[in-house]
Structures are given as C-alpha cells and as structure tokens.
C-alpha cells in the first residue's frame, strides 16, 4: 500500500509500464544511430578505417563530416557499406537493430569471422552482403523467418556448413541468393516462391539430393561442383542402383579395402600427371629471357573460378578488389608459363587439326590494328619488360618490341566464359572505334584460360599519375587550360562510346583517371572501355569503378548513368586536384570530393574548392569556369541516379565551359 500511496496517479504509470511490453521498441527508443554504429565498431578487433566513428557527439550523417561507409537519405542512414575495409572480428550486425530506416548492409570481402550475422533482428533489412569473409558454422532452420522484406542475401565465399535454411526458400521477396564456395550439406530445400528469384548460385558445396522442381529454370552452372546432387537439370539419374542381397552389408574389412584401392589409385594418377607434366615442361625446353614478357606474366597466378579452396577463394576476392596493389616482375621458374611456344604449336592439334583458310591458330596474337607495324608472340617473348601495375581487372606490362615500339600488355584476371568467335567479334568492336580521344587495342591473344590484350604505349602517363604522382615538368603543364583540355576530351571520349555502345549498360564502366591516358598534345586518350560484356557474371566485374557509383553499391545495380557518375567524379579531381577517396577500396585516404564539393557550394565557398595551382593566377572569369565546372561535377555524382543529369547533358555543359 505504502508504493500505492506514494504515486496519486499509480494508474497511469500502470498503463505506460504495460506499455512497453505492447508498443514496438522504435515507438520509444531514442536512441541515436551513433550509439548502434560504435556499438558494432567495439565489436571489432581490427576498425581502423572506421576512424572518424568517434563517441563525440556527432552525427554520422553530418555533410561536413560523414561517417565512413555510411551513406544517408534525408538524414537519415539508408545503408552501410563497409566493403574491402580489412576489418577483422566477429561484427555485433545485431545492433544495428535501433537504426530506423536502414535497407542495405554490405560487409564483403573483409576477414570477419564467427557464425552468422545476426541479422534476423533487422526485421526491415532489404540486402546483406556478407561474402567473401571467414564466418561459418550452421546456420538455425528457422533464422530467417523474421526477414519478410529481405531480397538481396550473399554469403558466398565463406566456410558455413551444415543444410541450407528451410526458412530461406520460404523467403516471400528474395531475388538474388548467393551461397557458392561454402560447405553446405544436404539436400537442398523447397523455395515456393522462386518465380521472383532472378538470381540464384549454389555451386561449390557439399550439397545432395534431387534439385527440387521449383529451381529447374535455373541453369545448371548454378549447381554445379556438388558431387551427390542430381537431377534433369544435371543430366543425372536420382535413382541409385539397385543392389544384390550380398551387397548390402558388406563386411567392414571389405570397406575397408576398397577405401585402399581407391586412395592407392588417385595417388597413382596424380603421379602420372605431374611426370606427364614435367616431360612437357622438359620438350618445351626454352630459358625464359630476363625481363622478358613471359617472366613479367609467370608470377601472376592463374585463379581457377571453379576453386573449392575457401582461401584460394579470399585470396582472390582480396587481390581482385585491391586497385592500388603493386605487382613486380619475377623469375619464380617453377610456375607454369602463360604464353609458351609450346602453346603456339600444339593449340591447332588439340583443336582436332589446323583451321582452314589460312587464320591464325588460338594459341597466337591476332593483330587487329597495324599501324605500329606487325608482330607475333615470339616478338613479345623476347621483348625486354617491366611491370605498369596490377589492378582491379589485371596485370599490365609494357614490352619494348625489336622495332622500338613500346606497347601494352594487359592480362585480364576473368572472364566470361565466352567462345573465341565471341571474344574475337568484340574485339572487332574496339579495334573498328576511330576517335582522336580513344585508345584502340592492337592486337589480342585468346585461349579459354588466358585473354591477353595489347594496346600501344602512351609515354607521358596517366592522368592519375600527372596530377598526384609526377612533380616534374609534366605536372607544372597541368594549367587550366590543359586541364580544360583533358575534360573536354574525356567528355567527348564519353559521347563518343555512349553512341557506339548505345545498348550497352555501361558503355565505359571503367572510367577513372588512371584509365584516362595523357598524349604529348595533353589530349586524352579513354582506356579499359566496354570490358562489361566480358566480365559480366564475373567477380572481377566488381572491381570497375561504376560499381563505386551510389547505385551499385546500394542496390547492385548499374546503367549508363554510372559512367556520368565516374566521369564527375574526374571533373571534381581536376578542378580541385584532390585524390578522391572513391578510389580507395577502404575509403581511408584522399578527399571525399563528392561530399566535400555539394557541401561548399550549398554554402557559397566555391572557391575555396579549386586548386591553388590553377587559381592563384587565374583572372576572375576563368575563376568562374572553374566554378562551373564544379556545379557540372556536382550534377554528376548525385547520389540519386534519377536525379543526375544524362551523359548528353553533361557533355554540352562542358562544352560550353571557356577558358
């Protein structure tokens, strides 16, 4: 009575009490975004790039200082992306559980460890992406029941085992599930509403059973490299043979002896193929020259797609997503030659004899463009070499040829799984382009494992390297009007490719400054172009910069308004001479000059954003087309696609633009 006496209004603190056991939690809890956000970075035991994740009171969506990886919407945060950080730990994804409006995750490609994510507390989540990370363990049956609006699930690449969730065919909306490259066992379950799934991969497991009837509109590489499945779709009949009553049980001695005869035979036949191999490495008997192409290539391992290997697997997603990776020559002579003359002779006789009409074999270099003269793989053998860089979607060396032609060799890490008289039709394509702003290939070389690529060398570099690597004489060129100059090629480079690749998604995709090369005139040259047709369904397809672009990182999705996103993103680094942090893959280092630019120009400091190299001097009225310049930048990088303005749109603004 005494606790009743105290509160005259006990009634009403009755009510609210009961209360909080009816109302959902987001009805009363006030708590900020910030504390979830530190709660998840504390549950790391590696953060670094999370540096500006600080308990100091501030907003993570303040646009003068956002939060890394996190990306807002009116105020409020839409989506996570904390993709390629080298984050290491076992993520608490659970609190962000009292973030109102989040729709999308991203935690690829990290070494985050532990069971599943729990983010079955997320009720609203509407994409995870987990893959290419450490965690494992079994996944509970039920886990995803509370996940409704979930249509977007990846967890490829990493080590969960046991059945595959009955609870995840059972999700209402899911169009994209990717589970490949796991330990999953079992068979595989029902998805009664696999009509809206759009994309499904369950290859590289342990997987068994029939393929249930729901999934049999899915093509066959999607199961494949599950030794006990079966099925129509697999050509393989579900129904084991029957046995004799004497075969049923037999004794364990017997299986015992069996398990021997077959480990005795698998070890036989693995001798056989390595003295095999080694009576071709010992035919093929040619010394690789010093520095020669085949030296600069050998170091470069071959990465297999179909890789059972989980750290096979994370090695490549890590050295696949680095863009700033070095790579150096090496003369490790125990790896396996990328282009030998072995090749060249023998590819016409695995192929079931010589190709009629005089074309050239598939193990040579098809010459598509003869203006630097003509030359074969032998000529790239003996070609002294050194390496330009290892990126996203490959090696790059440059070969010094007899003739003293410099040229391009570029090894592109993956791709589709295409035919040669695909391959060959694109390259076609490219060879066909005429225009004073586009860099043509030269000649290729095709083989179902390697795709060699080889364009001529342009001596002054690129436009990443002139604006923050070089301080000589070529930097001190980089005036405005020069710089003026390379936009306006860039842009007419653009136009150019959107005409001719009009049906393409992303006619370029690939555009960034280290792929805009700077001739001895300052007019730029576009490289790494319509590669989106060769590496589509490809992980490398990841690595072109339009993936960096909001959309694709919200939503995975990419269209032609992605490359004006990629060539704004230029605009802002020429003007203002900052190395954007969109090039990072951990978005640690340089400038976020899309936020930093929208942010000065909301408040009038547009000038304070030009680079002091090309300002100081500058009379007022150039001044004011370097402003311009940032407003067309701005208009590119809007994190709305339906908002940025068009490629064509872009251009003749620029266009407009004097010096």
């Not at 004799?244 to 004794?251: A, F, G, N, T």
């Not at 586009?438 to 342009?458: D, G, Q």
Request: contains cysteine; glycine residues 6%; hydrophobic residues 35%.
């Amino acid at each position: 009575m005494s606790v009743i006496c105290r509160h005259h209004h006990h009634h009403h603190h009755l009510f609210l009490f009961i209360s909080l056991f009816i109302l959902p939690s987001c009805l009363f809890s006030q708590q900020p975004p910030s504390v979830a956000l530190l709660q998840f970075k504390k549950s790391l035991t590696k953060s670094d790039p999370l540096y500006n994740w600080k308990d100091d009171g501030s907003n993570p969506c303040d646009p003068n200082n956002v939060w890394v990886g996190i990306i807002c919407s009116n105020g409020m945060i839409s989506t996570i992306n904390l993709s390629s950080m080298d984050l290491e730990g076992q993520p608490d994804v659970g609190a962000f559980e009292s973030i109102d409006g989040l729709k999308a995750i991203s935690i690829q490609n990290n070494s985050l460890s532990g069971p599943m994510p729990q983010i079955n507390r997320l009720r609203f989540i509407k994409a995870f992406y987990a893959d290419s990370n450490w965690f494992s363990g079994v996944i509970p049956s039920d886990f995803f029941q509370t996940l409704g609006s979930l249509k977007k699930l990846w967890l490829q690449h990493n080590n969960f085992s046991g059945q595959i969730p009955v609870s995840i065919g059972e999700l209402p909306n899911l169009k994209e599930l990717h589970l490949e490259y796991n330990d999953f066992t079992g068979n595989i379950p029902e998805f009664p509403e696999a009509d809206v799934m759009t994309t499904l991969d369950l290859s590289n497991n342990k997987l068994q059973g029939e393929i249930p009837k729901s999934l049999m509109k899915f093509d066959a590489k999607v199961f494949e490299n599950n030794a006990d499945l079966c099925g129509p779709k697999l050509s393989k009949d579900c129904k084991p043979p029957s046995k004799r009553p004497d075969e049923l049980d037999p004794p364990t001695e017997s299986k015992s002896s069996v398990k021997w005869i077959v480990m005795i035979v698998v070890v036989a036949l693995l001798i056989l193929i390595i003295l095999a191999r080694a009576n071709q490495i010992e035919e093929d008997n040619r010394p690789l020259g010093k520095g020669g192409i085949d030296e600069a290539v050998v170091n470069i391992p071959t990465v297999t797609k179909k890789s059972t290997n989980p750290s096979t697997s994370k090695s490549y997603n890590n050295s696949a997503n680095n863009n700033n990776s070095s790579s150096s020559s090496s003369s490790t002579s125990s790896s396996t030659n990328v282009i030998t003359k072995k090749d060249n002779k023998d590819s016409s006789s695995r192929k079931g004899g010589a190709q009629a009409g005089g074309v050239k074999s598939v193990g040579d270099l098809v010459m598509v463009n003869e203006e630097r003269g003509v030359f074969g793989l032998q000529d790239l053998m003996k070609a002294a070499a050194e390496v330009l860089g290892n990126g996203g979607l490959g090696s790059a060396y440059k070969a010094m040829l007899g003739n003293e032609v410099s040229v391009v060799v570029k090894r592109v890490r993956e791709m589709n799984q295409m035919t040669k008289e695909v391959f060959d039709a694109e390259m076609k394509k490219l060879a066909n382009l005429k225009h004073q702003n586009i860099l043509t290939p030269l000649a290729y070389h095709f083989r179902k494992e390697e795709k060699l690529l080889v364009s001529e060398y342009v001596p002054r570099g690129s436009l990443l390297y002139l604006l923050h690597g070089d301080r000589g004489i070529s930097h001190a060129e980089l005036t405005w009007p020069n710089r003026l100059k390379i936009i306006k090629g860039v842009a007419r480079g653009m136009g150019f490719l959107h005409k001719e690749f009009a049906s393409y998604p992303l006619p370029h995709g690939n555009l960034k400054s280290s792929n805009v090369l700077i001739g001895s005139d300052y007019e730029p040259l576009l490289s790494d172009y319509a590669f989106y047709p060769l590496l589509n369904n490809t992980p490398t397809v990841q690595c072109m910069f339009a993936f960096k672009s909001p959309e694709a990182i919200l939503n995975q999705k990419v269209s032609q308004k992605s490359d004006v996103y990629c060539m704004g993103i230029i605009i802002l680094e020429v003007v203002t001479g900052k190395y954007p942090s969109q090039y990072f893959n951990n978005q640690k280092g340089g400038t976020d000059v899309v936020q930093w630019v929208k942010s000065a120009l909301g408040e009038n400091r547009e000038k304070e954003l030009i680079d002091p190299e090309i300002s100081s001097s500058a009379s007022e009225e150039s001044v004011s087309e370097m402003v311009k310049l940032l407003h067309i930048g701005s208009a590119c990088t809007d994190s709305e696609p339906d908002e940025r303005i068009d490629m064509k749109e872009a251009i003749e603004r620029i266009q407009e633009v004097s010096v």
